[in-house]
Every structure is written in C-alpha cells, then in structure tokens.
C-alpha cells in the first residue's frame, strides 16, 4: 500500500530535473540525490527513480548525437565562404552570404527537432510526475534501461 509520503518523493524525484534551470547537470544531480536517499524505504520510489536517471541518461545520449550531426553542418556553411588562400589579416576577410545552402536546411531541421524534443521531455517530466501523484508507475517512451 501506497502512502502519500511514497506517492510524493516520486513526484519530487520526477521534478527534480527541472534544478537543470538552476543548477548545471541539476537534471542529474537532483534525482540521483532524492533517489539515493529514498530507494530503499520502497519500491514504487525505487521504480520512478531509475526511469527519470534512465530518462536523462537516454536524452543526453540523444542530444548529443543530434548535436554531432547538426553542428558540421553549420561549420561546413560558414567555412564554406571564407577564402583561406587569400586570407591577410583581416583586410580580405569575407564570408559568402548568399543563398542559403541545403546544409544550412538540414542544420536548422536538426535544430528545430532539438527544440521539439526539448518541449516534449519537459511535458513527459510533467506526466510522470503527475503519474507519480496518483500513485502509478511511468514509463518513458524512448528510455534506454541503463539501471535495471
């Protein structure tokens, strides 16, 4: 049997990765703290706690696989226009600003999809959170499990 106290570290473990805003890798920091602190007095907080570790694990390995390929496209646009050869100083320094390169499409694609799938990390954190208040268990979709 569940009890509110149970039902509310679990919903503070799942809140706890928004301190991310506040505190660098707090999106880590504070559920392995809260969850460390709590997994042994039950199950249900041990549960919630390795899926939001596995959830932020699984989303940092996403980005920056995102990130390894949105970033060359970028570099490869901008060094497109700069001519190294005739490079003095910064008298002949010039970069091409003219149309736009599918690179620079295909960079700002994988950058939109970053921001989509940062709004939907942060509604999925709201659900599991809200989940955990109601006293069920929440799985993350696309959650790699790295604690078992």
Same mark, same amino acid.
């Given at each position: 049997?569940?009890d509110?106290?149970?039902?509310n570290?679990?919903t503070? $473990?799942?809140?706890?990765? +928004?301190?991310?805003f +506040?505190i660098?890798?707090g999106n880590f920091i504070?559920p *392995?703290i809260?969850w $460390?602190a709590n997994?042994? &007095?039950?199950? @249900?907080?041990?549960k919630h706690?390795?899926?939001i570790?596995n959830f932020?694990?699984? *989303?940092?390995?996403y980005a920056?696989i995102l990130?390894t390929?949105?970033?060359? +496209?970028f570099? +490869?646009? *901008?060094f497109?226009?700069?001519d @190294? *050869?005739?490079?003095?100083g910064?008298e002949s320094f ?5 149309? /736009?390169?599918p690179?620079l499409?295909?960079g ?5 999809l970053?921001? $989509? ?6 509604a999925l954190i709201?659900?599991?959170s809200? &989940?955990a208040?109601?006293g069920?268990?929440?799985?993350? /979709?696309?959650?790699?499990n790295?604690? &078992?």
């Amino acid at each position: 049997m569940l009890d509110n106290h149970q039902k509310n570290i679990a919903t503070f $473990i799942h809140l706890s990765t +928004f301190s991310r805003f +506040f505190i660098p890798f707090g999106n880590f920091i504070g559920p *392995i703290i809260l969850w $460390i602190a709590n997994r042994d &007095k039950s199950e @249900f907080i041990d549960k919630h706690g390795k899926q939001i570790i596995n959830f932020q694990i699984s *989303i940092l390995l996403y980005a920056t696989i995102l990130g390894t390929l949105t970033i060359p +496209f970028f570099i +490869f646009k *901008i060094f497109n226009g700069i001519d @190294f *050869i005739d490079f003095n100083g910064f008298e002949s320094f010039h970069v091409n600003i003219g149309k /736009p390169s599918p690179l620079l499409y295909i960079g700002g694609a994988l950058g939109a999809l970053a921001i $989509i799938g940062f709004i939907i990390e942060l509604a999925l954190i709201v659900v599991a959170s809200l &989940k955990a208040r109601d006293g069920q268990l929440y799985n993350y /979709p696309l959650t790699i499990n790295f604690l &078992k």
